[in-house]
């Protein structure tokens, strides 16, 4: 809003008021487009912390240092610091420029695009000079994108080799020397060798897969992390396309309808009121409630089934044993030893 609003704003929450603002639109888009990172990397943060709490119960200790801590590390130096950045943004600069008495390096025609400072942090690049107005936030930022960005990219190669190098020094470690039990213990195994293929096979033993095989799947698990971060956090800007389009059907149905009652006099303008409000209530629960509703159901649902449980949740289960009529009559007629 203009400085000619005498009101008192909101202190937590979006002041209606920016609702005749002339920069409405781009104000709030630039406000929910933020604010959908910074939900999506609070909730990725939470899931690759969860992580954790798998790796303490598979007793995967070593898992915490060489899986948790790289991919925690790549997520924090590089969107986190984005998150930082919208928040200095937000509490450095304000709308009040030189002729308010304010140096104009903190007011608006200085205020930073993060974005932009993002992907010129990525590609080692300087942002364009303004005039008047300061490159960075504050002195010594460049050097710390630098080491972020350094940090970040040295998370991969540890995400990479790390596991499966320590997976093979833990076999070098052991003595190769395997027993076959006693003499009764191998009769058992051969009455009923289908015994061990319908075991169910624990997910979490590594020790007999080979180490090639180790090596690929923690190539692959590396390369959809590292990627996953970046697609990840642009999915959750879904989160400002369904606040966008609800705001807008909002708009549409107070203006076309409800608000149409109300610039009525008399009693045809309490009548009409009445008619109105009837239609708007009834658009409202059909578009707002019912298909905005399901429509932001199958997002969050979306939202946390890949960007979210894909950062702790394996899923690899047991083999699948269809059900058969057969097993289960033979299963009963098998004599009991």
């Given at each position: 809003?203009?400085?000619?609003?005498?009101?008192?704003?909101?202190?937590?929450?979006?002041?209606?008021?920016?609702?005749?603002?002339?920069?409405?639109?781009?104000?709030?888009?630039?406000?929910?487009?933020?604010?959908?990172?910074?939900?999506?990397?609070?909730?990725?943060?939470?899931?690759?912390?969860?992580?954790?709490?798998?790796?303490?119960?598979?007793?995967?200790?070593?898992?915490?240092?060489?899986?948790?801590?790289?991919?925690?590390?790549?997520?924090?130096?590089?969107?986190?610091?984005?998150?930082?950045?919208?928040?200095?943004?937000?509490?450095?600069?304000?709308?009040?420029?030189?002729?308010?008495?304010?140096?104009?390096?903190?007011?608006?025609?200085?205020?930073?695009?993060?974005?932009?400072?993002?992907?010129?942090?990525?590609?080692?690049?300087?942002?364009?000079?303004?005039?008047?107005?300061?490159?960075?936030?504050?002195?010594?930022?460049?050097e710390l994108q630098y080491a972020l960005v350094f940090g970040?990219?040295?998370?991969?190669?540890?995400?990479?080799?790390?596991?499966?190098?320590?997976?093979?020094?833990?076999?070098?470690?052991?003595?190769?020397?395997?027993?076959?039990?006693?003499?009764?213990?191998?009769?058992?195994?051969?009455?009923?060798?289908?015994?061990?293929e319908k075991a169910p096979l624990p997910h979490h033993e590594?020790?007999?897969?080979?180490?090639?095989?180790?090596y690929i799947l923690q190539t692959i698990h590396t390369i959809?992390?590292?990627?996953?971060?970046?697609?990840?956090?642009?999915?959750?800007?879904?989160?400002?396309?369904?606040?966008?389009?609800?705001?807008?059907?909002?708009?549409?149905?107070?203006?076309?309808?409800?608000?149409?009652?109300?610039?009525?006099?008399?009693?045809?303008?309490?009548?009409?009121?009445?008619?109105?409000?009837?239609?708007?209530?009834?658009?409202?629960?059909?578009?707002?409630?019912?298909?905005?509703?399901?429509?932001?159901?199958?997002?969050?649902?979306?939202?946390?089934?890949?960007?979210?449980?894909?950062?702790?949740?394996?899923?690899?289960?047991?083999?699948?044993?269809?059900?058969?009529?057969?097993?289960?009559?033979?299963?009963?007629?098998?004599?009991?030893?």
């Amino acid at each position: 809003p203009s400085f000619d609003y005498a009101g008192t704003p909101y202190f937590i929450g979006m002041d209606p008021v920016w609702q005749v603002a002339k920069n409405k639109i781009v104000f709030l888009n630039s406000f929910k487009m933020k604010l959908s990172i910074i939900f999506g990397v609070a909730h990725m943060i939470f899931g690759v912390s969860v992580s954790v709490i798998n790796f303490v119960h598979f007793r995967k200790y070593s898992s915490i240092i060489l899986e948790f801590v790289p991919q925690i590390l790549l997520l924090c130096f590089l969107f986190l610091w984005m998150v930082v950045m919208m928040f200095m943004k937000w509490i450095m600069y304000s709308a009040v420029t030189r002729e308010m008495g304010n140096e104009v390096k903190f007011g608006s025609s200085c205020a930073p695009l993060v974005l932009i400072y993002f992907i010129d942090m990525m590609l080692f690049k300087q942002p364009d000079e303004v005039k008047n107005c300061e490159k960075y936030m504050f002195e010594g930022q460049q050097e710390l994108q630098y080491a972020l960005v350094f940090g970040a990219l040295a998370c991969i190669p540890v995400m990479l080799l790390a596991k499966p190098i320590f997976i093979q020094c833990i076999r070098r470690m052991k003595p190769n020397v395997r027993s076959n039990g006693d003499v009764n213990q191998a009769v058992e195994f051969e009455e009923n060798p289908e015994s061990e293929e319908k075991a169910p096979l624990p997910h979490h033993e590594e020790a007999e897969e080979p180490i090639s095989e180790i090596y690929i799947l923690q190539t692959i698990h590396t390369i959809e992390y590292v990627l996953g971060t970046v697609s990840h956090t642009a999915s959750y800007l879904r989160l400002w396309a369904l606040s966008l389009a609800h705001a807008q059907l909002s708009e549409v149905l107070w203006n076309m309808l409800f608000s149409m009652g109300l610039k009525i006099d008399g009693y045809v303008g309490a009548i009409t009121t009445w008619a109105l409000f009837a239609a708007w209530a009834g658009f409202t629960i059909a578009i707002l409630v019912t298909m905005e509703g399901l429509s932001a159901f199958l997002h969050t649902l979306r939202l946390h089934w890949v960007e979210f449980m894909s950062k702790f949740y394996i899923g690899l289960g047991y083999p699948f044993q269809p059900f058969s009529f057969k097993t289960l009559l033979d299963e009963e007629t098998r004599p009991e030893n």
